[in-house]
């Protein structure tokens, strides 16, 4: 590796991006705690930043698959994942074959076809390979597949190095299966178990092989299961009888059969655009496979390859984006976080009692403390972004004995802000990092450099983001409204007013009339950051901000310097930090824009609502499989060009995947109110470019809805199809 590919960098956990192979396409599958990149080929063979592999609880169970005919890769036809992200599917065929340096050609290119087909279910990557003889004569060659097992840890792979690590063990060759094992220093005992049906020709440590003789037409079929292990060690047993490995097709029944059960109860959406179908198919299928079953119900694991775990902030703001279609995710996430809320003060993991959980990680280096992140409680923003689910989650389906389990936590997360939030006492809630290896910058933007004052100097802590008080504003907001529901009208009426001050104090210290504009921050002085960032627009989105300056602030985000034409930028253009290939100091994020659009309809400024609906559905047009990123670049959009892509951007994300939804509610001003039995429609409003969106099978309570929003000139008709059970709809303009 040249030392000039290789990007210094002074944070510790930030992503190396070493190699501009990275930008090579690879495909992501996962199922539950388990997930897979592979490259285009099906394949995993280090390359760029090395993430490519098979991935359990994050550690790296498979670094190697390289499967070959003869001593040749295949030729790539084509690969594909299915619409619905379960299975992955690669066509290929051979190269010109020839044998001991003979210069004749023994098999021509093209004769062989070479099909593949993977999924994972249960911790375990089942794959399936057919050979076709498509000659006019009888051919003799073979098929190799080598494996490979390093057990790196997530962090590991990400960069970050370590001064001791396990112990692995011999692989085994038995019968029809190899084993490779590690010994982890967290006392716990990996095993990658590849089972091989039928039994190879040959078998090795590092290789399976099969010997072909195909007649004209003739076709041979193998599998192979490659299941992911984990035992305690000292019950670990090297002997121990292998699990039990379902034959391929059994597998992708059941593993079928559970997504059609997981989406049964969604509603079906589609519009007259068939790009924006494209777009939001892709979006369902990867929030389906993002949502993973944990003990407390589903929760969307952040993005792959990077986050594929628990993120209390990502899971909370891609619950809000789906709360309309899909309140059980949001259930799922409150479930999960109150179990997880802090309950003792820990420097090391940024944690007091009542804060809602950052990060949650199961790897090695968590466990040993490598890394603080086993139970992490840096963001500063989680624990108000949950008192607001908490309440939007009510509203929306009316369930009155959720919201008393519920409320206890809501409770702690309240007196979290008042007593550990405010760190000096000004009213404000700030964060300053105390765990030396923590996150530096807690909010969302959380890059070490993402704070900074107008001149390019950081600002020193502690800080008090704006977004931040706006979250905190609709979180007492929030709270009183749970409060009065739950029969506590003193409590309720007390945090109104809290909320109210807030407001008012918010506005004096915030407002940057210069700029059009809140600042991003106040630092440990006191000093605003006056810096035009698209964080403003999450205070609209919270509604802290007051009509006037929500107007302002609308359109200095949709000015040339913040609005790239795909979308607004993190920083805008003129400020002294701003980087357009930067993580976060002039990227365009989807889920931050879906949050300023919601804010952008609230204030009933739907022009530019539907501004920024546009640009991102123009962009996802360029995106492979329509897949919006987790960030691409902030570039200006240009005449015939496409979005510049950020090189180690997850893909899929999960709030990412949810934009599209929040989107198209802002725009069409939907709200359904479970607790009211009503779907409402304030000012709706389509761009161009959908004429009509039909949402069937909409569930509000025991009732079930049929929509069609249909744009007319100046305006947008809503007509009822279908309604079953008690629910009404109320149109406002």
């Known amino acids: 590796m040249a030392a000039e590919e290789v990007i210094p960098v002074s944070e510790h956990f930030y992503i190396l991006s070493t190699s501009p192979l990275i930008d090579d396409r690879t495909t992501v599958l996962k199922h539950g705690d388990t997930f897979a990149v592979f490259d285009r080929y099906g394949d995993v063979e280090k390359f760029g930043a090395g993430e490519l592999g098979i991935y359990h609880q994050d550690t790296r169970f498979l670094s190697r698959l390289t499967l070959k005919l003869d001593s040749g890769r295949p030729l790539l036809l084509s690969a594909t994942i299915k619409n619905d992200n379960a299975l992955l599917v690669v066509d290929a065929m051979n190269p010109d074959i020839r044998r001991d340096g003979d210069e004749e050609v023994m098999i021509s290119r093209g004769t062989v076809h070479v099909f593949r087909s993977k999924f994972l279910w249960n911790a375990t990557c089942y794959e399936r390979v057919r050979i076709h003889n498509h000659g006019h004569s009888a051919v003799s060659l073979y098929l190799s597949v080598a494996f490979g097992a390093d057990f790196a840890d997530i962090f590991e792979v990400r960069g970050t190095r370590r001064q001791l690590r396990g112990r692995l063990l011999p692989p085994r060759v038995e019968d029809n299966t190899i084993l490779y094992m590690y010994e982890g220093l967290d006392k716990r005992f990996l095993r990658t178990r590849i089972v091989f049906d039928p039994p190879p020709t040959l078998l090795t440590e590092g290789e399976a092989r099969y010997d072909m003789n195909l007649c004209p037409g003739g076709e041979e079929e193998y599998r192979y299961a490659i299941s992911c292990e984990v035992e305690e060690l000292s019950a670990a047993n090297s002997s121990a009888a292998p699990r039990m490995v379902l034959r391929y097709g059994e597998a992708a029944q059941k593993a079928e059969s559970a997504l059609q059960r997981r989406r049964a109860g969604s509603p079906a959406i589609l519009t007259s655009s068939e790009q924006f179908n494209d777009w939001l198919n892709r979006s369902i299928a990867d929030l389906d496979m993002m949502q993973t079953e944990t003990a407390y119900g589903p929760y969307p694991y952040a993005g792959v390859p990077w986050f594929c775990t628990a993120f209390g902030r990502d899971g909370i703001i891609t619950a809000l984006e789906c709360l309309s279609i899909n309140p059980d995710l949001a259930?799922?996430?409150?479930?999960?976080?109150?179990?997880?809320?802090?309950?003792?003060?820990?420097?090391?993991?940024?944690?007091?009692?009542?804060?809602?959980?950052?990060?949650?990680?199961?790897?090695?280096?968590?466990?040993?403390?490598?890394?603080?992140?086993?139970?992490?409680?840096?963001?500063?923003?989680?624990?108000?972004?949950?008192?607001?689910?908490?309440?939007?989650?009510?509203?929306?389906?009316?369930?009155?004995?959720?919201?008393?389990?519920?409320?206890?936590?809501?409770?702690?997360?309240?007196?979290?802000?008042?007593?550990?939030?405010?760190?000096?006492?000004?009213?404000?809630?700030?964060?300053?990092?105390?765990?030396?290896?923590?996150?530096?910058?807690?909010?969302?933007?959380?890059?070490?450099?993402?704070?900074?004052?107008?001149?390019?100097?950081?600002?020193?802590?502690?800080?008090?983001?704006?977004?931040?008080?706006?979250?905190?504003?609709?979180?007492?907001?929030?709270?009183?409204?749970?409060?009065?529901?739950?029969?506590?009208?003193?409590?309720?009426?007390?945090?109104?007013?809290?909320?109210?001050?807030?407001?008012?104090?918010?506005?004096?210290?915030?407002?940057?009339?210069?700029?059009?504009?809140?600042?991003?921050?106040?630092?440990?002085?006191?000093?605003?950051?006056?810096?035009?960032?698209?964080?403003?627009?999450?205070?609209?989105?919270?509604?802290?901000?007051?009509?006037?300056?929500?107007?302002?602030?609308?359109?200095?985000?949709?000015?040339?310097?913040?609005?790239?034409?795909?979308?607004?930028?993190?920083?805008?253009?003129?400020?002294?930090?701003?980087?357009?290939?930067?993580?976060?100091?002039?990227?365009?994020?989807?889920?931050?824009?879906?949050?300023?659009?919601?804010?952008?309809?609230?204030?009933?400024?739907?022009?530019?609502?539907?501004?920024?609906?546009?640009?991102?559905?123009?962009?996802?047009?360029?995106?492979?499989?329509?897949?919006?990123?987790?960030?691409?670049?902030?570039?200006?959009?240009?005449?015939?060009?496409?979005?510049?892509?950020?090189?180690?951007?997850?893909?899929?994300?999960?709030?990412?995947?949810?934009?599209?939804?929040?989107?198209?509610?802002?725009?069409?001003?939907?709200?359904?109110?479970?607790?009211?039995?009503?779907?409402?429609?304030?000012?709706?409003?389509?761009?161009?470019?959908?004429?009509?969106?039909?949402?069937?099978?909409?569930?509000?309570?025991?009732?079930?809805?049929?929509?069609?929003?249909?744009?007319?000139?100046?305006?947008?008709?809503?007509?009822?199809?279908?309604?079953?059970?008690?629910?009404?709809?109320?149109?406002?303009?």
Not at 417 to 428: C, K, P, S
Not at 446 to 454: G, I, L, N, P, W
């Open 331 to 733: 259930r799922g996430v409150l479930t999960y976080l109150a179990a997880a809320q802090a309950e003792v003060d820990a420097a090391e993991q940024d944690a007091e009692p009542g804060k809602i959980l950052h990060e949650t990680r199961p790897g090695e280096m968590a466990a040993l403390g490598e890394v603080p992140f086993s139970r992490y409680y840096g963001s500063v923003d989680s624990t108000p972004l949950f008192i607001m689910l908490a309440n939007a989650y009510y509203e929306r389906t009316g369930d009155l004995r959720f919201a008393e389990f519920i409320w206890p936590h809501v409770e702690r997360a309240l007196v979290w802000i008042d007593r550990y939030g405010d760190l000096d006492g000004d009213g404000f809630v700030e964060y300053a990092r105390r765990s030396p290896r923590g996150l530096l910058q807690q909010g969302w933007r959380d890059s070490q450099d993402s704070v900074f004052h107008a001149d390019g100097t950081a600002a020193q802590g502690p800080i008090a983001l704006c977004e931040v008080q706006g979250y905190v504003y609709a979180a007492r907001l929030a709270a009183g409204r749970l409060a009065r529901v739950l029969g506590d009208q003193n409590r309720a009426d007390a945090l109104a007013d809290a909320g109210a001050d807030l407001r008012r104090r918010f506005e004096t210290a915030f407002w940057c009339e210069e700029l059009s504009t809140y600042a991003l921050a106040l630092d440990g002085d006191k000093k605003a950051a006056r810096v035009r960032t698209s964080n403003a627009g999450h205070c609209l989105f919270a509604g802290i901000a007051t009509d006037e300056h929500a107007r302002s602030v609308a359109a200095t985000l949709t000015s040339e310097a913040s609005f790239s034409g795909w979308g607004v930028r993190t920083v805008a253009s003129g400020e002294v930090l701003y980087n357009p290939m930067s993580y976060h100091n002039g990227s365009v994020w989807p889920h931050d824009n879906a949050l300023i659009a919601a804010g952008f309809a609230r204030y009933q400024l739907k022009e530019q609502a539907v501004s920024i609906l546009t640009g991102l559905l123009d962009a996802s047009l360029f995106f492979d499989q329509h897949r919006l990123p987790e960030l691409f670049c902030g570039f200006r959009r240009r005449r015939g060009q496409s979005p510049t892509l950020y090189p180690v951007a997850c893909a899929p994300q999960a709030w990412a995947s949810g934009a599209v939804f929040l989107l198209l509610e802002s725009c069409l001003g939907l709200s359904v109110q479970g607790s009211r039995r009503k779907v409402v429609f304030s000012n709706p409003f389509l761009p161009q470019s959908l004429k009509e969106v039909s949402i069937r099978g909409l569930r509000v309570g025991e009732a079930s809805i049929d929509l069609l929003a249909t744009r007319h000139e100046g305006d947008v008709g809503i007509n009822v199809m279908r309604r079953e059970g008690s629910v009404d709809v109320e149109i406002l303009k």
